[in-house]
């Protein structure tokens, strides 16, 4: 008790001193706090929109299918097996067949991927009802980055190119019928959705797929020559995006804790030099060595405490209106190929913020121990003497 009076004390005696060591340490605080949450709301948001969005509950692959590789599509292709009519007809999963392509925007020559897609499907976000059409020719979206990137717009007729499976070259006019806006790259970059019937026909591929998307929480029979991928197949390149970005965090989080030490640090050295005559006195008064350690080490403690008060005044209110406003992400985010929403929101949890207050408490306690050993070895008559060694 008598350590943390004269702790307080002397944190009160040191003025301004004490206000600008509590100030970067709340910096470290919020910082750190604000960080975290903004790759936290990141997180949150890029599985949400890829799930809704691209994958689902997750995707059959045929066998042959490797989506990072464009030569195996030709023959990445069966029939939709049997067993799973049942799930298709009740739309708890849908076919999707894939194919390379060439298209001719303003009369230039550009490769694209063409994914067919039933209509009527519910299993993604994706708004297929609006290729149902009465007309003539074959109605097909795109999404805005497409667009934009080639000048197209909703209504706009454009020429395909294809090879189907007997490697005959055929070419056909389509019409843009809808250009939706996802943040998700992986179904918009390079592509152009249409009727998967209308594909089939003209790849010469009735009934067959690519690969199948799940609807949620589904998981049906396995057949041979398709392999089931989950989330956490689907989702590594993101994950592994997230976990960069947080070893870059963590440069940014030493570096505020870095600055935060040699703050308390200076602060510690140059009390002790200060009052080596008093620490002197109190142990000549019967103070021991174990009651001087503790004294600088509360006072750094109570350094931090009143940093996370000072974070708390000031931090509070800025980062609950970022997590309600969001925060705008700069364009070309989504040439990652992962989900980028033009605002990300923060998540704040509480042992994101308790986890914090622990980390920064802990470092400010080591460094202020750190320091008063020093004088805590010494005499009390070198102490009184001014001979600190």
Do not use: C
Request: net charge neutral.
């Amino acid at each position: 008790m008598l350590a943390f009076k004269l702790a307080v004390k002397n944190l009160a005696g040191a003025g301004l001193r004490t206000w600008l060591n509590a100030f970067v340490l709340s910096l470290a605080y919020v910082v750190i706090v604000w960080h975290s949450g903004l790759l936290e709301g990141w997180n949150r948001m890029a599985r949400h929109d890829m799930i809704e969005w691209d994958i689902g509950g997750g995707e059959i692959w045929f066998e042959k299918y490797d989506p990072y590789d464009p030569f195996s599509y030709q023959d990445a292709h069966a029939p939709v097996p049997e067993n799973w009519t049942r799930e298709v007809q009740q739309g708890r999963m849908t076919p999707v067949l894939l194919t390379t392509a060439s298209f001719y925007p303003e009369g230039r020559i550009q490769s694209v991927l063409i994914k067919g897609i039933d209509p009527a499907q519910s299993v993604l976000k994706l708004p297929a009802d609006s290729m149902r059409t009465d007309e003539e020719i074959v109605p097909v979206m795109i999404g805005k980055r497409m667009a934009d990137s080639n000048h197209l717009k909703k209504g706009d007729y454009i020429t395909i190119r294809w090879r189907d499976r007997h490697g005959t070259f055929d070419a056909a006019e389509v019409k843009i019928a809808h250009i939706f806006k996802a943040n998700v790259p992986t179904i918009d970059n390079g592509q152009i959705w249409m009727p998967i019937e209308q594909l089939r026909q003209w790849l010469k591929m009735p009934g067959e797929a690519t690969y199948l998307v799940l609807g949620q929480n589904e998981k049906p029979a396995s057949a041979e020559g398709w392999t089931y991928q989950g989330h956490d197949r689907l989702l590594a390149e993101m994950d592994k995006m997230i976990r960069q970005k947080s070893v870059g965090g963590m440069i940014l989080y030493t570096l505020m804790l870095l600055l935060a030490m040699l703050a308390i640090f200076d602060t510690q050295v140059f009390s002790i030099f200060r009052r080596q005559k008093e620490i002197g006195t109190q142990m000549a008064l019967g103070m021991t060595r174990t009651q001087v350690i503790g004294l600088f080490t509360i006072e750094g403690a109570m350094h931090g405490v009143l940093a996370a008060v000072m974070a708390a005044v000031y931090g509070i209110p800025l980062l609950s209106l970022q997590a309600v406003r969001g925060l705008k992400m700069p364009e070309g985010m989504d040439d990652y190929g992962v989900a980028v929403a033009e605002k990300i929101f923060p998540v704040y949890s509480a042992g994101l913020i308790a986890g914090t207050v622990v980390l920064v408490m802990l470092t400010t306690t080591i460094v202020s121990y750190w320091p008063s050993r020093k004088i805590a070895k010494m005499k009390p008559t070198d102490a009184i003497r001014g001979k600190l060694q």
